[in-house]
Structures are given as C-alpha cells and as structure tokens.
C-alpha cells in the first residue's frame, strides 16, 4: 500500500500539467505567458468548477505521496521534510475553496487568503526542498542532493521574480510562474521517481 502511494507522486504532477495546459486551451482569452495558473480556477472564471475538482484530485495525490513519502523515509530529516510537502499539499486542498479575485475586481477576504495560502505553499515548497537536500547530502546522495539544491535556487529566484512582477503588473507574470511551478513539479516526479526505484534514497 505503500509503494502505491510514492506512484501518486508520480501521477501528481502529470496530472498538473495536463490541467495547465488543457485550462489554458479552454479558457477565453488566456495567455499562459500573462496570465497566473490561479486565473484559470479565479472567481467566475468559466471552466472553474471541472478544473477546480481536477486540482482537488492532484492535491489529493499529493497529500496521498507525502504520506507515504513519511513512512518510507528512513531519516528524521527526510520524514519531516514530508510532512512539510504534507502540509503544503494540504494548503493547496483549502485554497480550491479560496478562489483568486476575479480581474479588475477589488481585495476581497476570499482572494485574501488564497494570497496567505499561496505564500505558505511557496514556502512550505522551499523549505522542504532544502530539507530533502539535506537529507539526500548526509545520505551521501549526491547527484539527488545537487539535483534539489538547483531545484530550491530556481524556485527561490524565479518565484521572487514573479512576485515582483505580479505587483508591477508584469505581462511575463504567468511565464515566470510556470518555471517556479513548473521546477517544483519536475522535482516531486523526480523524487517520487527516485524513491520508487530505491526506498533506501530517503
């Protein structure tokens, strides 16, 4: 049941890029190089609902990976940085039901804390990137361990330049949010990966 549940870090973020992707195809008017992932489950975004239940299934794949991910683990390390992606594909699971502001439409308490959310995936999603590189660098892990080193640089850099660029109003937004997610994502199939091929990795 276990070895089960590291295949759904594999099916997670297949399963995100086909939602991106297919969102993005669907939804009037969207650019994937403007427009942040969040537009496409925004409040009275037009395919929000079927979109936003093929998010809830990925965060439930998530949740269903971090879980085994813990008990997998052999390291005291390596089993709290699971319970941190634990806790960040958990926010995910809470934030379907905090949809962004519409565009154009004013702060509400609603778009408030899907900010509050985000910002605690995006940090949870660091830290526990640098936890597991920790993890893989005491185990002698090395390629695994530079592997999430780059991960958490890129993640780091890139998001910072997002945010920056959301709050300018930026039209390379999206762009520079797909690399921050998109690093992410690489690295959690990457890891599952790993793990399914030798459980002793974490």
């Given at each position: ?52 239940a ?13 879980v ?40 509400s ?21 640098g ?15 530079t ?56």
């Open positions: 049941m276990r070895h089960l549940g590291l295949w759904a870090g594999i099916a997670a973020p297949l399963l995100y890029l086909v939602l991106v992707v297919t969102g993005g195809a669907i939804a009037p008017g969207y650019d994937h190089v403007r427009d942040p992932i969040s537009a496409l489950i925004a409040d009275q975004a037009p395919f929000a609902a079927p979109l936003n093929g998010f809830l299934l990925y965060n439930l794949l998530f949740v269903v990976f971090a085994a991910l813990a008990l997998t683990s052999k390291s005291r390390m390596s089993r709290a940085a699971s319970l941190v992606l634990l806790a960040v594909a958990l926010a995910g699971a809470v934030m379907i039901g905090f949809p962004m502001d519409a565009a154009n439409a004013g702060m308490a609603t778009g408030l804390t899907h900010i509050l959310l985000a910002i605690v995936q995006s940090i949870g999603s660091m830290v526990g990137i936890m597991f590189a920790g993890a893989f660098w005491r185990a002698k892990r090395t390629i695994s361990g592997v999430s080193i780059a991960a958490l640089l890129v993640v780091f850099l890139s998001g910072g330049l997002a945010a920056a660029a959301g709050a300018q109003g930026s039209p390379v937004v999206g762009l520079l949010e797909r690399i921050t997610i998109g690093t992410f994502e690489i690295w959690l199939f990457l890891l599952a990966f790993v793990t399914l091929r030798d459980e002793s990795a974490v």
